[in-house]
């Protein structure tokens, strides 16, 4: 250390004033006291009458023949090791929570072929993330409950059969969404179908009122099927799985490379169509959904029935988990 350092520089000496006998006088060596690596020389006292005066004591640098030259140093300057610490989050137990739950609908096309197992599982994961709500008045927090959301996961058996039609060769439903907007408490469910020929999507448009801190009455006002927007050139895979058989698509090259030439001029012209629009029966007009968890990224329903839906919301990193 510095101080510790300068002050092994300095020479701490004992010096004893002269004294006085009687009845003669004598004088006798000072004591000499040095820190360091010298050697500490004892006191010698003559015999005699001695009359002693208290000790001084007095701190002196050492000489240059002592202590060397000097070294010619600049101001003291403080250094500190800063060492950069990267600091890593922990994910919290309902990070955890979610990361799970969206881990487990994989391969289950969004319920649709998921195992009893997995089911169970799922409804789990669902009902601590419930107890964990961090939102527990969704209603009074519509602006999370506005944009778009992705559907995940349901359990909700009337949606099989749309989704079923994405196992049917070359038909694939690509998304299953909602879209609310809590300013004209308005709500949108689109689900889009893409094909070799053609994309479409069919949508339903809805109006909700708030009934509780929890649940909203849902009234369907139209649907609207979407015109299909054709393809100029019609892709089609070599091969397609149906029912366990590969169908070989090669010796029908020939044949889809001249209906192309036809499909492109049919698509300008359905594409410039309007979309078709349906009403519903009073019947099926109104449905009430209860929202059990919600945060940014990640809300979860229940609906009549007891059925389940799981969405996400679009950009959401839990889309690619």
């Known amino acids: 250390?510095?101080?510790?350092?300068?002050?092994?520089?300095?020479?701490?000496?004992?010096?004893?004033?002269?004294?006085?006998?009687?009845?003669?006088?004598?004088?006798?060596?000072?004591n000499s006291v040095k820190i360091g690596a010298k050697r500490v020389e004892k006191t010698r006292?003559?015999?005699?009458?001695?009359?002693?005066?208290?000790?001084?004591?007095?701190?002196?640098?050492?000489s240059e023949e002592e202590l060397g030259p000097e070294k010619e140093e600049g101001p003291a300057v403080a250094v500190a090791e800063?060492?950069?610490?990267?600091t890593t989050v922990e994910p919290s137990e309902i990070d955890k929570l979610?990361?799970?739950?969206?881990?487990?609908?994989?391969?289950?096309?969004?319920?649709?072929?998921?195992t009893s197992e997995t089911r169970a599982e799922i409804i789990e994961l669902i009902t601590q993330l419930e107890a964990k709500n961090p939102t527990p008045a969704p209603t009074e927090a519509l602006t999370l409950l506005n944009g778009k959301w992705i559907l995940a996961y349901t359990s909700f058996a009337g949606l099989f059969p749309l989704l079923s039609r994405g196992t049917l060769p070359l038909v694939t439903v690509e998304e299953i969404s909602q879209i609310i907007d809590s300013e004209?408490?308005?709500?949108?469910?689109?689900?889009?179908?893409?094909?070799?020929?053609?994309t479409t999507s069919i949508s339903t448009s809805a109006k909700f009122e708030v009934r509780?801190?929890?649940?909203?009455?849902?009234?369907?006002?139209?649907?609207?099927?979407?015109?299909?927007?054709?393809t100029d050139s019609i892709v089609i895979p070599e091969n397609v799985e149906f029912l366990g058989q590969k169908i070989d698509f090669t010796p029908f090259k020939g044949i889809i490379n001249s209906v192309q030439d036809t499909a492109s001029s049919v698509a300008k012209t359905i594409s410039s169509q309007p979309p078709l629009k349906f009403s519903f029966s009073n019947s099926n007009a109104e449905s009430w959904l209860l929202t059990t968890y919600l945060d940014e990224e990640l809300r979860i329903s229940r609906g009549d029935g007891g059925s389940v839906f799981v969405l996400i919301k679009e950009g959401s990193s839990l889309l690619t988990a």
């Open 1 to 30: 250390m510095a101080f510790v350092s300068q002050l092994s520089q300095f020479t701490l000496s004992v010096v004893s004033p002269q004294t006085q006998f009687t009845p003669r006088a004598s004088v006798f060596a000072p």
């Open 184 to 198: 004209n408490f308005t709500v949108q469910n689109i689900v889009q179908f893409t094909g070799p020929l053609a």
């Open 82 to 86: 800063i060492e950069e610490e990267v």
């Open 45 to 62: 006292i003559w015999t005699g009458e001695l009359v002693r005066e208290r000790p001084s004591f007095r701190v002196r640098a050492g």
């Open 212 to 230: 509780s801190p929890k649940r909203v009455q849902i009234k369907f006002q139209e649907g609207i099927i979407g015109t299909p927007q054709l």
């Open 98 to 114: 979610k990361k799970a739950l969206v881990t487990s609908f994989y391969g289950t096309s969004r319920g649709l072929r998921a």
